[in-house]
């Protein structure tokens, strides 16, 4: 059974920095396109990031361009979203989320066209 298992989640501070990652397990990162989403207290998850699996499509949300990085290394089979110059408005639970390239090489934001969820870390940007 596929599973996704996301970490270094943390309390930072404004202007600060962050680099999570997403490990896969019973299966290779190589066959899932990834997406990482957040979710707010009382808001619904949105988007922040995507990335096929030869990382030749990428696509990031408006609010975090410039400022965020997604990148994945097959080989450890393990994807990655570095944060840079945090914001308080970035403070959220942060899900690492895939579905198999094939059905779609060109992955978007779209939170439905994703299969697998890990469980999701908290970011937290605040003094």
């Known amino acids: 059974q596929v599973k996704f298992m996301e970490s270094g989640g943390g309390l930072v501070q404004p202007g600060g920095s962050l680099r999570l990652s997403c490990a896969v397990t019973g299966n290779t990162l190589d066959r899932y396109a990834i997406g990482w989403f957040r979710q707010a207290p009382g808001k619904e998850r949105e988007g922040v990031s995507c990335?096929?699996?030869?990382?030749?499509?990428?696509t990031y949300a408006d609010s975090v361009k410039g400022r965020f990085t997604i990148s994945r290394d097959n080989a450890k089979n393990e994807a990655y979203l570095q944060m840079n110059n945090l914001k308080p408005e970035d403070t959220g639970v942060y899900f690492c989320?895939?579905?198999?390239?094939?059905?779609?090489?060109?992955?978007?934001?779209?939170?439905?066209?994703?299969?697998?969820w890990g469980q999701g870390t908290q970011v937290t940007v605040s003094s």
């Open positions: 990335v096929n699996s030869n990382s030749d499509s990428i």
């Open positions: 989320a895939a579905y198999a390239n094939h059905l779609n090489p060109q992955p978007t934001l779209g939170r439905f066209e994703y299969d697998f």
